[in-house]
């Protein structure tokens, strides 16, 4: 099965070894993975700021950029949902609708791919310690995507899953909200971090870099030892 990544800013720009440990996982599960070197951004910023016709051209370029692929995959329940917005965004439009359309559907968040695609919930990985997981807002509500990671790490071996409390509540990183927003986001963040800590786990885990960085940073400031981790750095754990 050939895979395309669909890398995203955030894991790109900052945080590579979720890029890797994608990479190794999809290769681990059989899968052929290659990486389009012309993609960018989906144009969720700016498109989620007001800027629909200027973000227009991005989107074209994501649509080319993947026209060939035969699945899409990223580690990202936020940047795959954006790709699934574009036939809305290019609604009624005879040449760029379908194409958006093709992209959409063939367009997964990496543990939706494992699970609904591949049909495995055991990935063999192998990690000790006890961990709780935050639900992003846009994979969770707006992707649709909420068994798939819990069935994943109930099969981690060694790892003891706990439920996180307010799991359905925002980090408060929203995107572009955390920067208008402030003091907004930090009341949501630092709420967050008080029902992480409440678990007595040892780590976060997430399938969004943007919750990842926002509750991370926080808890950082804040001396926290809790350590934050990626879902596809999770499951590509051997032990």
Same mark, same amino acid.
């Given at each position: 099965?050939?895979?395309?990544?669909?890398?995203?800013?955030?894991?790109?720009?900052?945080?590579?070894?979720?890029? !890797?440990?994608?990479?190794?996982?999809?290769?681990?599960?059989?899968?052929?993975? &290659?990486?389009?070197?012309?993609?960018?951004?989906?144009?969720?910023?700016?498109?989620?700021?007001?800027?629909?016709?200027?973000?227009?051209?991005? *989107?074209?370029? *994501?649509?080319?950029?993947?026209?060939?692929?035969?699945?899409?995959?990223?580690?990202?329940?936020?940047?795959?949902?954006?790709?699934?917005?574009? $036939?809305?965004?290019?609604? &009624?439009?005879?040449?760029?609708?379908?194409?958006?359309?093709?992209?959409? &559907? !063939?367009?997964?968040?990496?543990?939706?791919?494992?699970?609904?695609?591949?049909?495995?919930?055991?990935?063999?990985?192998? *990690?000790?310690?006890?961990?709780?997981?935050?639900?992003?807002?846009?994979?969770?509500?707006?992707?649709?995507?909420?068994?798939? $990671?819990?069935?994943?790490?109930?099969?981690? !071996?060694?790892?003891?899953?706990? $439920?996180? $409390?307010?799991?359905?509540?925002?980090?408060?990183?929203?995107?572009?909200?955390?920067?208008?927003?402030?003091?907004?986001?930090?009341?949501?963040?630092?709420? !967050?971090?008080?029902?992480?800590?409440?678990?007595?786990?040892?780590?976060?885990?997430?399938?969004?870099?943007?919750?990842?960085?926002?509750?991370?940073?926080? *808890?950082?400031?804040?001396?926290?030892?809790?350590?934050?981790?990626?879902?596809?750095?999770?499951?590509?754990?051997?032990?």
């Amino acid at each position: 099965m050939k895979v395309s990544l669909f890398v995203t800013c955030l894991v790109d720009l900052f945080k590579t070894n979720v890029g !890797k440990a994608t990479v190794e996982l999809l290769e681990h599960l059989g899968c052929e993975v &290659d990486f389009p070197e012309s993609q960018i951004c989906c144009g969720q910023p700016s498109y989620n700021s007001g800027y629909v016709e200027e973000t227009k051209d991005a *989107m074209k370029h *994501m649509i080319k950029t993947f026209e060939h692929s035969e699945y899409v995959v990223a580690p990202s329940g936020s940047c795959a949902f954006m790709f699934k917005e574009y $036939p809305h965004i290019f609604k &009624d439009d005879p040449i760029w609708e379908p194409k958006a359309r093709e992209l959409a &559907d !063939k367009t997964y968040e990496l543990t939706q791919f494992i699970v609904e695609v591949l049909g495995v919930e055991d990935v063999g990985a192998k *990690m000790e310690g006890k961990a709780t997981y935050h639900t992003s807002c846009h994979m969770t509500r707006l992707l649709g995507v909420k068994e798939a $990671p819990i069935k994943l790490l109930r099969n981690v !071996k060694g790892l003891e899953f706990t $439920p996180l $409390p307010g799991a359905h509540l925002c980090c408060g990183f929203g995107g572009t909200f955390s920067v208008k927003m402030g003091p907004i986001s930090e009341q949501m963040v630092d709420e !967050k971090v008080s029902n992480v800590e409440s678990t007595g786990a040892d780590y976060l885990i997430s399938a969004d870099c943007g919750c990842l960085m926002n509750i991370g940073g926080r *808890m950082e400031r804040q001396g926290k030892p809790i350590r934050v981790m990626h879902i596809a750095e999770v499951l590509n754990h051997r032990g």
